[in-house]
């Protein structure tokens, strides 16, 4: 039975009250796809549905950024039956109040946007539903709506997959919404041909905030982590559109074509019937003025490995564009043909009005982890500047195919490394470089889609390339200024990650390969805080050691050379020191040389790079390691991925890691670079890295940047900064 958690005392109404007296009297521009942040509000979580992350504040500048002080801060630990440790929300702030997701339950709370007091707290107490999800934790945030006639709402997605409705006021559920304010949105998932799903157990989710755009709400899906799973006949992705006053469902678009649908021919000897995902796990984001909504596909089951789903696997690794108020599919473009390298399409597709040519475009750009930039005609589905179909390496796993070739964009160019060659070892030192020709003889090298390869004991034990996983830019997303029509991003430079398969246990999996290297014991890889949720039982998750599972164990791998690693096990662990998850090691090291992590700028008219730099403090096991006493190090950035703001004059973004250096205690940095020359002009400091993407807000005359913190012994907060009275100019 599902049970609801509400704060909902008198006292807390007074609040509602009398901060209306005081609140912002900036009104929305309403639902009009217009950027609502030009009155100083944050209304999606991507600043507006056409993702842009920008606001033209500019009270905090270059030259008062380092005087920014903690305004307020807010810990999620009580939000649930423990803390949190994964914090990836982004705020909204609307009318004066601050409303955000947190901790272990998935809290909806609203909170004084001067103060960061709390009004309000909502939460859905979902028991085994929420358990058996296969994305927990506190998500990524809500949306807002509003008729613009005193109707105001927040509305987000439950651990356990319901679409709740809340007057933005109280918190209290709209009752004229679906049932009693909730919409259960596993109805209507299907595995196989069109069975129902388990309503309990049944695998779907989201992390994601649902897109609300001219009275329509529209709600992607997610799954479990995609390496080591254990069917390829998992739930079927699906897009769907629900009615924002009535939760009526208005339409729905299957990501896998059925039968007689367009795309259904691509899944070939009828393999869409035992297959599954190819969710939209990203924000989706809209041209209202069109009505058209644009999707970022997710790879099919599973990540890896596609003997299972011969065929280009449509809409796999696809940007999708469909009528608003129909869910018509208008035009797509396939950017990974028969997805095998976890190539989802990470992030919020970015609207862009450009003058390319001297002609004005209506684009749209995906960015990818691959680190390249796919930029479109939003209208037709054109491409801007040419994309060329080109010959890739080919597939020796036994019942894969892979597709001869694909999509590679003229324009921009890569905005980080997707490849890894000789020349991209590292080499601080010459016999550190001479060790990472050594380890990296036990893999295969090579360029963007070199696949996955059977792991061997005697080598190679997998291939080893940038650019997969979570390389580039991944959820965090990226940002579009509308004044000087660039693009900016962080982007992770040295995501190396080791494509090896193996066969796993046959009580595991029905797959025939899933991700793992000769010669270790099989484990399956869980996605960051599976197994955490509010109501889970209280003992160590499956991401946190869970016991392997039995599985012959080959004769072991040669060892690698003194001082060196040959490293990764079969999955997303063991952290080299220039930071972050993956990658072969050398003395500990990356294999890869730096940058780590950079932030960049593209002049979308030109499709031209502007500049690139460094994000991040060179890492602790980087600057004091033994092997580099004496040698000299440029400021090497920091692996991981992080999303940035963008204000009239500023990108700002936070380190991905933590550092202990003669500027700072242990802790990181909340970054301000110049947008014209990408020079670092500012930086404060964060007790832990950031975990989601900023934001920034107007409120009475001051503004704030919010960003949320939170990993390793740091529990989830948002913490507000804002300048000193002293420092503030005269309102005007």
């Known amino acids: 039975m599902i049970r609801r958690v509400r704060r909902s005392m008198l006292a807390s109404f007074a609040v509602v009250a009398a901060f209306g007296l005081i609140a912002s009297s900036a009104r929305l521009s309403g639902q009009s796809g217009l950027p609502s942040t030009r009155n100083g509000e944050w209304t999606h979580y991507t600043a507006d549905v056409r993702g842009s992350r920008y606001s033209p504040l500019d009270q905090i500048n270059a030259s008062n950024f380092n005087q920014l002080e ?48 709390l009004i309000w707290v909502h939460a859905e107490k979902e028991g085994a539903r929420a358990v058996n999800a296969p994305r927990q934790l506190s998500g990524r945030g809500l949306s807002y709506w509003t008729d613009g006639k005193g109707d105001e709402r927040v509305i987000y997605v439950t651990t356990g997959y319901r679409l709740v409705s809340l007057n933005a ?72 559109a629900w009615d924002v006053r009535s939760g009526k469902l208005l339409w729905t678009f299957n990501t896998i074509p059925r039968p007689g649908e367009f795309g259904n021919e691509t899944w070939e000897k009828e393999s869409w019937a035992i297959n599954g995902n190819t969710g939209v796990w990203s924000q989706i984001t809209v041209d209202e003025e069109l009505g058209l909504v644009y999707l970022p596909v997710e790879d099919p089951t599973s990540d890896l490995y596609g003997g299972h789903r011969p065929g280009k696997n449509l809409f796999g690794d696809s940007i999708v564009c469909v009528d608003l108020k129909t869910g018509q599919r208008k035009w797509f473009y396939q950017i990974v043909h028969h997805p095998i390298w976890d190539l989802d399409m990470p992030a919020a597709p970015l609207l862009m009005d450009l003058v390319v040519d001297g002609k004005p475009v209506k684009a749209v750009a995906q960015a990818t982890k691959q680190g390249f930039l796919f930029v479109f005609d939003r209208v037709t589905g054109k491409p801007i500047w040419p ?151 209280r003992q160590q998750s499956p991401g946190r050691g869970a016991a392997p599972l039995a599985a012959p164990t080959p004769p072991p791998p040669t060892p690698p050379p003194a001082g060196a690693s040959a490293a990764p096990g079969g999955g997303r662990g063991g952290a080299p020191a220039g930071g972050g998850p993956f990658g072969a090691t050398v003395q500990g090291l990356n294999i890869v040389k730096p940058p780590y992590g950079v932030i960049v700028a593209i002049n979308m008219d ?50 991905p890691l933590v550092t202990t250096t003669t500027d700072h205690p242990r802790g990181a940095m909340l ?36 960003v949320a913190v939170s990993g390793g012994n740091y529990s989830g907060e948002y913490i507000a900064f804002s300048l000193p009275a002293t420092a503030l100019r005269p309102t005007q």
């Open 70 to 117: 903690v305004a307020w801060r807010f810990k999620t630990d009580n939000l649930g039956t423990r803390p949190e440790f994964k914090l990836e929300g982004t705020p909204l702030m609307v009318k004066g109040v601050i409303y955000a997701t947190g901790g272990t339950r998935r809290s909806v709370v609203a909170l004084d946007g001067k103060s960061g007091e």
């Open 169 to 240: 006021k109280t918190g209290v559920p709209v009752p004229s919404f679906g049932e009693n304010g909730v919409v259960d949105m596993k109805k209507g998932a299907v595995i196989g041909k069109g069975e129902q799903i388990n309503l309990e157990s049944g695998e779907i989710g989201l992390h994601s905030t649902p897109t609300v755009a001219k009275d329509v709400v529209i709600v992607g899906s997610s799954f479990r982590e995609g390496l080591t799973v254990k069917s390829h006949n998992n739930t079927k992705g699906l897009v769907r």
């Open 671 to 706: 970054r301000a670079y110049d947008k014209q020359t990408g020079k670092e002009v500012g930086a404060v400091f964060l007790p832990a890295a950031q975990s989601g993407s900023p934001m920034t807000y107007m409120l009475d005359g001051k503004q704030y940047i919010v």
């Open 387 to 537: 994309i060329e179909e080109r010959p890739v390496p080919q597939t020796d796993v036994p019942g894969e195919k892979t597709s001869p070739t694909q999509p590679f964009p003229t324009k921009p160019p890569a905005y980080s490394r997707n490849g890894v060659v000789e020349s991209d070892l590292v080499d601080f030192t010459p016999e550190i470089k001479a060790q990472a020709l050594d380890v990296a003889k036990r893999y295969r090298l090579g360029p963007v889609y070199l696949p996955p390869l059977v792991s061997k004991p005697e080598g190679p034990i997998a291939a080893l390339t940038a650019g997969t996983l979570s390389g580039g830019v991944n959820w965090p997303g990226s940002a579009y200024d509308p004044e000087m029509h660039v693009f900016f991003t962080h982007a992770c430079n040295s995501c190396i990650a080791p494509l090896g398969l193996v066969a796993p246990p046959k009580e595991f999996s029905d797959l025939d390969y899933v991700m793992g290297t000769a010669g270790q014991t099989f484990r399956p890889i869980v996605g960051g805080g599976e197994g955490e949720a509010a109501d889970a039982p």
């Open 606 to 655: 030109k499709g031209d790079l502007m500049w690139s730099v460094p994000h991040g403090d060179t890492p602790d096991g980087v600057r004091n390691h033994p092997a580099l006493r004496g040698v000299t190090v440029p400021k090497t950035g920091q692996q991981g991925n992080v999303g940035v703001v963008v204000t009239k004059t500023l990108v700002v973004a936070g380190d």
